[in-house]
């Protein structure tokens, strides 16, 4: 793809990476096949060759169309079209600048909603009040806002022995809040295995909500929070784990995010040691067994791990060796459109996408829905007909 970046934006770092990112675009369009937003709506300008060229506009000129922040809004950022890419264009980076760059002319309603999920949600005390009492007007909510409102649980304080392996696992926000118990549940496996599972209390959310809703200078700090208190712990820990994908693959993208700043070194660190909970179990090479009795299981890989941090097959091969029976999923490549906040701030296309994904799921009339993302879970359990668990907490 062709381009014309003013000189003044080719001279900072992410305009070289603007520009780079635009012109590896061949406009071939193998995107928009597994572009979710562009399957439901069948707009060009909700796909992502549509949007780049949405973006190159406004990078070039500098004025926004009137409607560009609705389309850009619209995107999941689910990176499916990265891995249909036949050209490796890295969609996301270049949907992160743009939404940096562009005026925000959304609606005030829509502004004070994002201000306050940016408060909110990365403050776990403040988030669990706010669910609590959520949970409390419950029965005099809309239904559609009813089924929004997360659970509220507490989990047995975490039991876990000294060993000489160690591993540090990230608590969360809304995961912290909401199934506690599935990093309990992990701490209990590893630790009867031989490893410590180590929690920071200092640590705060890994910065993508943040990133999502276009904050940087908020992303940044806490990323610079979370590095100095995670570096004191690189030497002696093997690994550190997210059971939550969405939070894995901002995490390993630390480096990225905090480069040419001082922190760039113990960001690419941190970030080379941050694996998937599958992949490290996998590595382990421990050998698991069922813990439910129902065995047929629905497996629904989110975005943030089959495309975001490219793993995919790895929680299957645990879940089958341990012996549950995996049903047939159509479309596994498609968002079911909790994508952090998407399905608050895009409530129609969320519940559109929640739905068609319930019943792909439930066409094999699976006993449970298993998934590896907070996110994910809470929005699938909100439409579905069966329970809907943190595939970690199927293994014994």
Known sequence: MQTSLPEALLATDKGQRAEAILRSCVHCGFCNATCPTYQLLGDELDGPRGRIYQIKEFLETGVASPRINT???????????????????????????????????????????????????????????????GNLTKPLLPNSLARKVPPLRMADPLRTGEHPRKVIVLQGCVQSVSTPEVNAHLAMLLDRNGIEVVMLPEEQCCGSLALHLSDDDAMRQVMQHNLKALSPWMDSVEAVISTASGCGVTLRDYGRHLINTADAEAAVRMASKTVDVATYLAQCGITFQASREERRIA??????????????????????????????????????????????????????????KVAALEAGQ???????????????????????????????
Do not use: M
């Open 71 to 133: 389309h850009l809004d619209r995107c999941l950022t689910c990176r499916a079209c990265e891995t249909t890419c036949p050209s490796g264009v890295e969609y996301a980076e270049l949907l992160e600048i743009a939404r940096e760059k562009l005026p925000n002319d959304r609606p005030w309603w829509k502004r004070l909603l994002i201000e306050g999920l940016k408060f909110a949600v990365p403050r776990r005390g403040l988030f669990r009040l706010v669910v609590a009492a």
């Open 299 to 356: 497996w629904h890989a989110p975005c943030t791990l089959q495309h975001g941090q490219r793993s995919r097959g790895t929680v299957e091969s645990l879940l089958i060796g341990a012996g549950y029976e995996l049903t047939e999923v159509a479309d596994r490549h498609l968002c079911c459109g909790s994508a952090g906040t998407y399905s608050i701030l895009q409530s129609e296309l969320g519940t559109q996408l929640r739905d068609n």
């Open 366 to 396: 699976p006993d449970l829905i298993a998934t590896a993302n907070i996110g994910c879970q809470l929005h699938l359990a909100s439409a579905a007909g069966v329970p809907v668990v943190h595939w970690v907490q199927l293994l014994r």
